[in-house]
């Protein structure tokens, strides 16, 4: 690296962590101040940016064994967003979330409330597959948040579904257990936010799907989204 790319990437950095840090602060105060809304919903730069810097993050030991960066994907003027945990063996493999197993059935969660997954925003937490799935780090939590932060506000979603522990727990800033935490709307910087199971723990316990689909029915008639008829019970 010669010295002037040295300069360029120190600045780069120093810009971009600008950016990023502080961004849940910034987005509350807009939020507050009336200028989070959906007007002006212009993001497709910002978040091509966003992924681009996403994709070059070196923060932390995962960058060492990904094979890709899952940044997320969907419709950047979604209204309705999906947060996950980290990506999995076949994220990874693909550089998209939530394709495996746990990744088909939320899709069928999709379909069944009348939408494609190219309608939603679906991300996680983490954009890196922490190794042989094990749970994310603190530290790694701290470090990607700010993507999602980001993600969140050039999206401007109406609202956001938490899926699983990990998401909601880290984007309400709590411990409550999912159990308690499901079923009735946080306010998350001024996004309804519904945590709900993460699809991976409805394969092992579909005993949960019931309740699962009960958030999702709440999440339609806030978005005023007709369930189709056949998937209502
Ligand atoms: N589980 C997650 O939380 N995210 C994915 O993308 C896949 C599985």
Redesign the pocket.
């Known amino acids: 690296m010669t010295g002037n790319d040295r300069i360029i990437r120190v600045f780069r950095d120093a810009v971009e962590s600008e950016m990023l840090s502080g961004v849940s602060e910034i987005y509350g105060q807009a939020r507050k101040a009336g200028h989070g809304g959906r007007q002006g919903k212009d993001p497709e730069e910002g978040v091509k940016r966003l992924e681009k810097s996403v994709k070059a993050c070196v923060k932390c030991g995962l960058a060492a064994t990904r094979k890709n960066v899952?940044f997320g994907e969907g419709s950047y003027g979604a209204d309705l967003m999906f947060v996950?945990?980290?990506?999995?063996g076949d994220?990874d493999e693909q550089g998209r979330?939530?394709v495996?197993r746990?990744?088909k059935l939320l899709t069928k969660i999709i379909e069944a409330l009348g939408l494609e997954r190219e309608d939603v925003f679906i991300a996680?937490i983490l954009k890196c597959r922490p190794p042989g799935n094990r749970n994310p780090a603190p530290g790694e939590i701290d470090l990607c948040t700010p993507y999602l932060l980001r993600q969140i506000e050039l999206i401007k979603p109406r609202v956001i579904v938490a899926?699983?522990k990990f998401a909601a727990q880290t984007l309400l800033q709590s411990d409550t257990p999912i159990s308690r935490l499901r079923g009735n709307f946080h306010d998350y910087h001024g996004v309804k936010l519904m945590p709900t199971y993460?699809p991976?723990y409805l394969l092992r316990n579909p005993g949960g799907k019931k309740d699962v689909w009960n958030d999702m029915k709440a999440v339609a008639k806030e978005l005023g989204i007709r369930i189709p008829e056949q998937k209502k019970k």
């Open positions: 899952v996950g945990e980290a990506p999995g994220e979330p939530f495996g746990a990744g996680n899926l699983g993460h991976a």
